[in-house]
């Protein structure tokens, strides 16, 4: 790989995951200059370009090309690790727990929003009946979903022994077809498992409930697990329509569509309001996204 001056973050304003990396820059008081920014448009499928997929395989944001490191990294877990390691300032307090159990409590908390019970995909793609079908459809992320399809049976055809390819046009191809041609009885089994979906998803946030030592996610101090909860807790709000940053409730309400005695507890608003006094929040979260 060629050498690079700085790290190159390959990023995307409509990406949460993204938002995982932007918030280290901030809490470790890296200055604008630092970092490149490269945007990568999701809605124009950009992240499946062959030139892209060398650096991120996955064909997913984000990605970063980074000094000392061989090869790029291909997930926000090592990017977010990477920047908080190379630091350019010591002064800044390192987002990496020294105490073990903080640590380990700190890591499971990552994996947990980012398993897929957790997806917030979702919120955004999935419906458990036909008026949030009905929905779906006349949103934008329904042209989200044919744009890929279009770019990826482009692709499948261009590049017929590329390993992504078939996979991902199969995959995203699954989940299309329901929004563009879907018989009833694959609408209602697209609805079922939706459902199902939700009940794994309300599961897994009271998990991260009664998981959440205060004031922060994992105690006294703010650490990377932190940094991964709150852009996938933001775009869970913003799937659901809200952009207030301070509004849990329309999530709230959301997920009661599924599970009426659901709340989001105590610890999680908690959690949330501290984080949100934060100027990494407020530079990163004008609104929820
Ligand atoms: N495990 C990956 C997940 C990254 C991910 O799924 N990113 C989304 C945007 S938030 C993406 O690029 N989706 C595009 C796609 O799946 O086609 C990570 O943490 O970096």
Redesign the pocket.
Known sequence: MAATQKPILYS?V?????N?PHLGLVELGYGKDEVEIREID?FKAE??DPEYLKINP?????AMIAPSQSTPL????P?LQYLDQARSSKDVPTLTPSDAQVKALADSLIELV?SGDLNTDLILLQARNKEELENKKKSPFATFLSS?QQALEAYRTAYPDHPFYGP?AEA?GSIHHVYATGTNPEQEAFFESTQAAYRRFIAGMETLESSLRLPYAAGDNVTLADLHIVPWLS?AQWGVGTTDTTDLDTLEAHLQKTAPDFRIGPNTREWWRNFGKRDSFKQVFPTVH
Do not use: M
């Open positions: 995307s409509v990406s949460q995951w993204a995982v999701l992240n499946f996955n064909g997913t944001v984000p291909a997930d926000t877990r990017i980012h890929r991902k995203n775009h």
